[in-house]
């Protein structure tokens, strides 16, 4: 069966890296584009070439977006360090981007079988919306990591990627695309624990990839231990793709999904309307809620630690 075609939108990031590696895993993916978000889009752009470069990636690279449309750039730096990678050993970039016109690309090179993987602020998606409004009719569909159905991680009502553009959140929601949502109500059910990389990393073959993995996730889980007090990480980014290669894994509900754009407290809230409605007038989206933890939980370690292999 051929494998499902992917471009990925990201901003590189300790689980995006985690997305990247699990994408050329299970998909072909035609394309990465990059956006600001948990770092700058050039440091963004730095960290996707050398991912790539470590795992043996070609996939082109076009950087995007550097700033959300209504509002100043606010980094993850508190989880994700300064350079997106918490200062991770790296070598410089074999290669530079492709191009900066990570829009252009998301316009001309979509086909009706790709599916735009959505793992970063949704600021490169609103500028090709704004640009083709019938951008959703050229693409299988979007899948965004990002909201939640309750609650928020970078405030108590927003999700980082959300808040941090919800302007662009608002016109990508609004469009009524084909679109999954793989908000923190999904995600935060997938936690990897040290207890887990234990079990698995130490009877993996060391090797600089290997490295790099638990370097990476016991980087995160050190800022979030420092930052929330618990020692595991969500799959957030992750639960974006596997969604769309591995979709007999999550339950998607489909809901009304407004984004708040004007709360003192809420701004950057996806209020998802659950109420029972006989009919609904708007569009809707797919809100994912189930998903099995284990089994992909096993899926992501398996690949990470078992299959990506060499040098
Ligand atoms: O809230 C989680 C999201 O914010 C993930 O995409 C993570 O990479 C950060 O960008
Ligand atoms: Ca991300």
């Not at 730096?77 to 050993?89: F, Q």
């Not at 600021?123 to 704004?130: D, H, R, S």
């Not at 996730?217 to 596997?242: K, W, Y």
Request: hydrophobic share 40%; glycine share 8%; charged share 20%.
């Amino acid at each position: 069966m051929n494998k499902p075609r992917l471009i990925i939108d990201t901003d590189p990031g300790h689980d995006d890296a985690i997305a990247l590696i699990l994408a050329h895993h299970f998909a072909d993916v035609k394309g990465i584009t990059t956006v600001a978000g948990n770092t700058s889009v050039e440091n963004g752009t730095r960290n996707a070439i050398r991912i790539c470069d470590l795992f043996g990636i070609d996939t082109p690279v076009h950087r995007g977006s550097s700033s959300p449309i209504a509002s100043e750039a606010s980094f993850a730096s508190e989880v994700h360090g300064v350079d997106g990678l918490g200062g991770i050993e790296l070598p410089e970039p074999s290669r530079s981007e492709t191009s900066d016109l990570a829009s252009e690309f998301l316009l001309d090179e979509v086909e009706p079988d790709v599916w735009v993987v959505a793992i970063g602020p949704l600021t490169n998606i609103a500028e090709v919306l704004k640009r083709d409004k019938n951008w959703f009719d050229r693409i299988a569909g979007l899948s965004v990591m990002g909201g939640g159905a309750h609650g928020g991680n970078v405030t108590a009502a927003a999700e980082f990627n959300i808040h941090f553009d919800p302007e662009a959140a608002d016109i990508v929601f609004s469009a009524g695309g084909n679109t999954l949502m793989s908000g923190i109500n999904l995600t935060h059910q997938v936690q990897v624990s040290e207890a887990d990389l234990t079990a698995v990393y130490r009877a993996s073959p060391e090797s600089p990839r290997t490295q790099f993995i638990d370097q990476n996730f016991v980087q995160i889980i050190e800022s979030l231990r420092n930052l929330t007090g618990t020692s595991e990480v969500a799959m957030h980014d992750p639960c974006a793709v596997l969604s769309v290669t591995h979709p007999d894994l999550f339950e998607f509900v489909p809901r009304q999904v407004a984004v708040e754009l004007h709360g003192t407290h809420t701004r950057g809230m996806t209020v998802v309307d659950e109420r029972f409605r006989v009919s609904r007038d708007g569009p809707m989206i797919d809100v994912g809620y189930q998903v099995k933890a284990n089994i992909v939980k096993d899926l992501i370690l398996e690949v990470l630690y078992r299959d990506t292999g060499g040098s």
